[in-house]
């Protein structure tokens, strides 16, 4: 199993008391599994996305990637590992307002180990596959919210990630792009990319290799109305 998250929990303290953001979560996905969250604003989710990327330190449990501990890791290690195995699409975007889109996109490989040669067709070519190759050399400024999120999933699936977290990328996005999109992930997932997916769209849920719910901060299997079925995910 590429991921593997086994029993985390993740508590903060407010008002001089604990509560549980994520409660015992165990959740798993293979290479080439398009794996699927739903559920209330604030079930959860986002944190969830946050331990599987190794973003945030669960404050119980483990989790793991192509076997590698990320919870026994050091923050360089993690860093390192981030951004050479993992791609991440949050719900905001973090493009950076001084540089033209498809520097924006190419950025990844300047910050990390690899090969960098051929870093501007490489972008080019996600920026198509996006739909927004014509905005390469434009700057954020002048791009919309939705555009800016299509950017942002070009720039997480530069270094072709083992596992792809995306929380909410279709949201600001008309039906057509999300669609675009949704498509783009099915392909990736096809090529043996784990993608873990947040949505609140049911018609993309219902696509997903592997479809949950997650209320509380617990997470359940969902039934075939999309619903959490109370059981765990059993995976």
């Not at 520097?103 to 051929?118: E, I, M």
């Not at 720039?155 to 999300?178: F, Y």
């Not at 947040?198 to 997470?219: I, K, N, P, Y």
Request: glycine share 12%.
């Amino acid at each position: 199993m590429l991921l593997e998250a086994e029993r985390v929990s993740k508590t903060y303290t407010r008002g001089g008391a604990e509560f549980y953001a994520v409660s015992d979560v165990s959740l798993s996905a293979d290479a080439g599994e398009l794996v699927c969250i739903t559920g209330e604003s604030g079930g959860g989710k986002s944190t969830l996305l946050g331990i599987t990327a190794g973003l945030l330190p669960p404050t119980r449990g483990r989790v793991a990637l192509d076997g590698v501990e990320l919870t026994g890791l050091r923050d360089r290690e993690l860093s390192r590992l981030r951004g050479t195995e993992i791609g991440c699409i949050p719900q905001g975007h973090s493009i950076l307002a001084n540089l033209s889109v498809i520097d924006n996109v190419r950025l990844p490989l300047y910050l990390g180990p690899g090969v960098r040669a051929g870093a501007r067709e490489r972008a080019a070519e996600l920026l198509d596959r996006v739909g927004a190759g014509h905005l390469a050399e434009q700057y954020p400024s002048h791009l919309s919210g939705g555009e800016l999120r299509r950017v942002s999933i070009a720039r997480a699936l530069l270094r072709g990630p083992k596992l792809l977290v995306a929380d909410e990328p279709m949201n600001d996005l008309d039906p057509d792009n999300a669609e675009v999109v949704f498509s783009l992930f099915e392909e990736i997932a096809r090529e043996g990319t784990a993608i873990l997916l947040v949505t609140h769209d049911h018609r993309f849920a219902s696509r997903c290799d592997w479809h949950f719910v997650m209320s509380g901060g617990r997470l359940t299997a969902a039934d075939r109305d999309g619903a959490g079925s109370g059981s765990s995910p059993g995976r």
